[in-house]
Structure formats: structure tokens, C-alpha cells
């Protein structure tokens, strides 16, 4: 990049698609302006611009390999997001990124993935279990596992629909507290390790979900004997600038939006204030 | 190093011609204290003090700074805004010009920042040795009374003359068109190193550890009851950080004009003392207390910044020592007790 | 269709609407972005048909709070303009005396005509959504507050004391001026307009959300505040708070 361009100055992207997820989230399709694909990999994030109201860092939810647009899937929690829900098809938003260095792709590569996704950690595990599916031969077993505290917090549901149907993948799911209509399993995430087994020395876990669900997901993968540097998390913080400088995603000596989000266990053991 | 020497006589004309062709901002006289602030000439210039309010960084780093200006009525359109008016910033200290250093590193790393960048071009430091250096400042233990880089000129008084240190083609090009000057002798020479000596003997506060040990001193003190009794007293004011010339984290925001067609988006300074640094929009608040925030301060000044940059994000200017009302923004005590306990 | 817009004086001297008359281009500008339709200091008609309801002053009477409960009913988002409003702010001071000597010093003769209640913020009877603190309510941030609620958005007020804008002001602290001021515990979002002009801060801005009011107390009793001049440096805008009692 050259010096004189201004890394804050966002490209322009226009909505193209929206769709409700569930009572709180939306799914967000975006097309950049000048018709470049974003050339992200699963796990980075973009700052997202709703001009006047401000900036803010999401996940990207597809794959890579879909081609020519880009999806965020987006809960309201701020001013951005509150904004971001009411655009429109044919808004014109901000983006600036991919930032952050997304999962180890050639780590991951021929090896099993176990991929454990609390809430809308599903949002950015989405893309990486996208991309495992089009990449189907590079890559060993791939096991999801989805905790959601109840059925209505279920994003994706075409999606699910299809995973718990594949016969690429292993998919098993729980909701903390079930309704009437759910027949399936009920509890936390964790409930859900007891029920299948895997090689540790050739998986590597994949978590993202809430910051209290880090510990006791952790603690179940070492139990199945997965060693730290296999276990990768991704982090939430308040990435404000996504390029290193305005020091708001400092742990310790890390900045999360340059060295992560991703990071392995055996990096996250030795700063302390990260989970 | 090359170096020339200008007699006192003849500076006034220096700084007059530098007026006029180029801004140039200088430290003045306020109440008693001193700060940085556009000069119209050389009378109003003071070189001969302690410490600025605020330091230089100011001008690199303004308080605030747009960003971005954007119109949303019709189709949105976007445009950077950079302010990089070409500007000599006359009198800095050295510790001052290492703190500059730093924020070099910090905007040039990995991903440049345009906004930093330009104006860092624009800009000319003619830094000036400290005299009579301020009662907080603790510098020698830092390794930061003088310096040999980071300027385009450096002055040092040795009485009725300053010695001139050429320290870029800039520098040397200003100083010959605007002043008259002499190469400077081996005599000179050993006035400019008796004066920074003198006054080297002036500063009242220093670390009982050596300047590398830092690091590892913080490193081993993680969890030391410092933190805790310290944050006990703070006020999370950011008092420490506004007048750090090494803190340079920052906000952004958006402001729309009440048309609501219109609007830019800026910076400003941040602290990561402040309650709010670390919270994200979902509510959760990363150093929500304040043992955290204040260590991960002093963390970030004596350890994280050497690693990341290759420089201690302390320059010894004393500062904060000055601004802290709770008397516990000090690096001095801190690293003492920690030594001591060590 | 455009937001209505309708302010209301409670217990105050009705600066702070008075600071929204005294805007010129951005009051034009509010109004075409928005309909005033009550505004008692400002024009005759009156509608009780609004969406945003602005608040200036404290609450002091058994009408005023009957009065503030109906216009709460009204509006769908409730502003608090000003110290009075947001904190209480000056009319606090009285709390510290009996509501019947209150009445005697100021009415007199006439007391018994009178009803009067310990003086409290406007939240501290119906919830508010926005507060544009200050005494005066600062116009920067009234205008930062309706730009905010026409764009749909909450507006980014500061909880960071005043010392962070004092400081980027480049100001010298009172403190090393020989004087004090409260503004290590106070909100900031005014750019320190009193110290920036000479003078000190006394908190009309209320505390921030986590103020370290010992700390800050034990740095007065340092510059040789004794503990009743704290106390009522604390009471001049902040009697409703913990802090003055």
C-alpha cells in the first residue's frame, strides 16, 4: 500500500441482499463497488462504515469460494449495527479490510477439523465450514458441533437443515433451553463432547462463541487429548481501527486485529488478560 | 555528524528567515509554564525551559483530526482528508524527539498511516538540548538527555554560541539559506559535551534499575500488589496519558451535520486509563477495573512498546508525574518499589 | 414525517431553553429537520401531540412530578436539558434544610401558599433516555444530542472525566494554580470550557459513571480543603448525589 493513501478511507460496497437470521441478527450480502472480490480468508473481519453513524468490526460469514459478493451476518448491539438493520437493498455501505489473520487454512489442511461454535460464534465458523465443504478432498473429518441457548437464536437454518442431512460432515447440535417444538439435544455446548470421538494428534479445534464459553470448551478438547496448539479461538475485541494503531484490541502486548483474531491456545495460555 | 555553530546574535535572523517561509511553531511562556504554539517571531520564543504542558506530538497527532468527509445526499461519496501543512517545530527536547521516534515507528509499522505520514514530512525538528531540566524529568535514566538522531538540527547552548547538529539534508539546507554560520571546532566540540554534562548533573529523579532491566522487571511483577494500591487511588482521568508525548491511542467517531446529508469522521485522543477503552458494543468490558487499566499503562510504556517497536514508550519527561493529581502516575517510585522488592 | 419536538421548564432559571433560542443557523436547521410544537419560552401555540420531549429544570413540587409523569406518557423519548434536569444541580442545595424553613426563608408570611418536595433530577422520577448536561446546558452537545436522535442514533457522550479535554486544551491545571476543582469526577464533553477561561470546575456536568469521589476528596483535604468546604464544593451541583452527603 502506499504511503499516501489513507488506510481509513473505506471502499464503497452496495447491499445487495438482507436477510433476517432470527429476532436479533441479519445476514448482510455486499457487493464491492468496483467489482473486486474482497479476497478474504474464513476467520478475517472488515470494518464496516454506515457513514454518519460510524464504523464498526464484523465477521465475515461466507467462504471464499463463493465468488463476486461477500456476507456478514450482524446482531444489533450498537449504533452501527442498529443501522446496518435498517438499510436496505441498494445501500451503499463502507468497508475496509479483510483485516486480521482468519484460521491456519494450511494448518488445517488434511487434518480432522472439529469446529465448536457457541451463539453467532457460527457467524464467522460459517465461513470456514463453507470453505471446508468446497474444498472437500483437502481436508480430513469435518465434526460441528452449534450450542444456541434457545431453538429461536438457531441462525442459518437452511444451512443447519442441510449439514444435519451431509454426509460430508458430522453435525450435532444443542440448544440451552429447549421449547415444545425441540426434539433434539438440550444443554451447553459442552454436553455435546461425550458424544463422539475423534483422533487428537490429527484434530484441530476450531471455537468461537461467547467469552465465558472459552474455559470449559478448552477444558473439553484437552480432555480428548487435543494438544493446545490445536485448539484456535477467535477473539472479541474492540478492533476500532483494524491496522495497529489506535490500541483499543491491545492484550497484553498482542494487537488482536494484526496478530489475531485467531490464535491458538498455547499463544492465549501466556497473556493474561485474554480469557 | 556534522556540526556548525550559529552565535546568538545571529539566531533571531534564523528563526525570522525559517518565518518566513514556513510556519513555524516554538515554545512560549504561559502562566509561568510553557507550551508549543505558533510563533510570529523570535522574541517570543523561549529555548531555556523545563518541560512543555503538552508535548509535540500535538502537531503530529492533533487532539482531533478528521479523517474522512463524506456527502450522503444523492450517491455517498468519500474523500480522505490529510492536513499536513508544511511546519518547523523549533526548541523540542530530546527526549521530546525520541518520543517522536516512537510515534514514527508506531504510524509507519505495517500499515502506514497517510494521515501521520505526510505531516511527518512536512514537518522539521530543530530540537534544542535541555538546560535546566524539569523537576520530574528523570531522562538520564532513560537514556534520553540528548540524542544523536531523530532531528533535522539539534542545538546546544554553550553560551554566547549554539552548536549547530546537522542531522538531515533538510536541516542543513535551512540552516545555510537563513543563517550564518561556522563549522564547528574541536573546542566547540567540548563546550557542546561540558553543557550537556551540566546540565546532565540537574536532574533530581532516577531508576535504580538499569534501563534494559525494565522489561523483564515488569515482566516478573505482573501481579504485584503495586497495581492494586496504586489503582486504588486513581481517578481514571487520563490525566497521565494526554500528556504523554508516547501515548498515542485514539478514538474514532462519526459527526453528521444537522442536514444530516453531510458529515466527517475524526480522531481523538484516547486513553486506556479511561473506563470505556476496552469495552465492545456487546457491553462486555475487557479492563473494566482499574488495577488492569493502570497496569496495562505502565506495561505498554516499559515493556509491550520495546517489543512491538524496538523503543521504550517511556522517554523520562516526567509528565505525567506533573499531571497526576493522585500522585501515582509516577515511573520513577514505580519501577523503584518494584526493584526493591525484587 | 418530520419528529415533533417539545420542550418543558421545571424548577431552573430556564438558561438552558434559553440556550436553544440563542442558536441561529442550527436552530433554522432543526427546523427543517424537525417541528417545535411546544415551547413555552418561544411561541404561543402549544401541542400536547409530540414525539421527543425536552426537560429543563429540576423537580420540586408534587405538580411537578404529576406534570413530568404525564408528559413521560407523551413522548416516546425524554430529554433531560441541562443540570437541574439531568442532576438536580443547584436546587439541591436547599435538601440540606427542613422543606418548612426552606419555605420560610423564601416565601415568607406566605409560606403556607407553597408546597415544596427535597429537589431531585428528572430520572429520579421517570425514566430519561438522553441527558444534555451543563449548567448551562452546553449547546455543542444539545445540537450533537438532536443530530444523534434525527439520525437514528445514540449520541456518544463522554464518561470520561473533564481533565481528559482539559488537558487536550492545553490548559494548567487549577490545581498548580493554587485553586481546586472537582473536575477529575466530572463528566466531561464540555472541551473544559471554565478552567479553558480561567476558571475552575465545579461539576455542573455531573459525576461520571464510576468516579472515584475518595480519591478525589482526598486530594482536596491535600490542597487544605477542610472537610466541610469538601462537602459543600460537592453540594453546588451535586447535592442529589451520594457524594455531598
Known sequence: ?275 | MKYEVITKEDFPSFVNGLLSEIEVVGVKMKEGKFHYDKIKSYDELCLDYDVTLIPPKKYLLPPKETLLKFSLGGAIQVEPSIDATPRVILGVHPYDIKAIELMDAVFSDSNPDANYMERRRNTVIVGVDCRNPSPNAFCPSMGTDTTETGFDLLLTDIGEQYVVAIGSEKGEELLKKHARTREATEADLAQRKAAQEEALAKYKLSIKAAVEEIPELLEKNYDHPLWEELAAKCLSCGSCTMVCPTCVCFDVQDDLELNLTAGERFRQWDSCMLQGFAKVATGENFREDCTSRLRHRYFRKGNYMLKRYGKLGCVGCGRCIGACLAEIANPVEAYNRLKEGS | MKPRLAFFDFTGCEGCQLEVINFEQELLDILSAADIVNFREAMTERSDDYDIAFIDGAITTERDVARIKEIRERAKILVAIGACACIGGVNCLKNFYPMEEVLRIVYGESAHYYDTIPARPVDAVVPVEYYVQGCPMTQSEFVKVVKALLAGKKPEIPNYPVCVECKMAGNICVFEKGETCVGPVTRAGCNALCVTNGRICWGCRGLVDDPNTDSEKEILAKYNLTPEEIIAKFRMFLGYSEVAK
Not at chain 1, 238 to 257: E, F, L, P, S
Request: glycine share 10%.
Open chain 1, 1 to 275: 500500500m502506499s504511503e499516501k493513501e489513507s488506510i481509513y478511507l473505506p471502499m464503497l460496497a452496495e447491499l445487495v441482499r438482507t436477510e433476517g437470521l432470527t429476532e436479533r441478527e441479519r445476514l448482510f450480502e455486499l457487493k464491492l463497488r468496483n467489482g473486486d472480490e474482497l479476497g478474504h480468508k474464513p476467520g478475517q473481519f472488515v470494518e464496516i462504515s454506515v457513514f454518519g453513524i460510524g464504523e464498526a468490526p464484523l465477521s465475515i460469514s461466507s467462504s471464499p469460494t463463493k465468488k463476486g459478493s461477500f456476507e456478514i451476518g450482524v446482531r444489533t448491539v450498537g449504533n452501527v449495527t442498529n443501522a446496518l438493520h435498517r438499510l436496505e437493498k441498494g445501500a451503499t455501505v463502507g468497508v475496509r479490510g479483510p483485516f486480521g489473520n482468519g484460521f491456519p487454512l494450511d494448518r488445517l489442511k488434511g487434518q480432522d477439523v472439529l469446529i465448536v461454535a457457541g451463539g453467532i460464534g457460527l457467524v464467522p465458523l460459517r465461513s470456514l465450514i463453507n470453505y471446508v465443504l468446497d474444498n472437500r478432498g483437502d481436508f480430513g473429518r469435518l465434526i460441528v458441533l452449534f450450542g444456541a441457548r434457545t431453538p429461536a437464536e438457531q441462525l442459518f437454518l437452511d444451512e443447519l437443515a442441510l449439514w444435519r442431512q451431509s454426509k460430508d460432515m458430522e453435525y450435532l447440535e444443542t440448544v440451552d433451553r429447549g421449547d415444545e417444538n425441540w426434539k433434539g439435544n438440550a444443554g451447553v455446548i459442552t454436553t455435546l463432547f461425550p458424544l463422539f470421538d475423534i483422533a487428537p494428534e490429527k484434530t484441530y479445534a476450531v471455537i468461537v462463541g461467547p467469552p465465558v464459553m472459552y474455559r470449559f470448551v478448552i477444558a473439553e478438547c484437552r480432555n480428548k487429548g487435543i494438544p493446545d496448539d490445536q485448539l484456535l479461538l477467535s477473539l472479541e475485541r474492540r478492533m476500532k481501527c483494524g491496522v495497529g494503531k489506535c490500541g483499543h484490541c491491545q492484550i497484553n502486548n498482542v494487537y488482536v486485529c494484526q496478530e489475531g483474531p485467531v490464535f491458538t491456545y498455547s499463544e492465549l495460555k501466556n497473556l493474561e488478560e485474554a480469557i
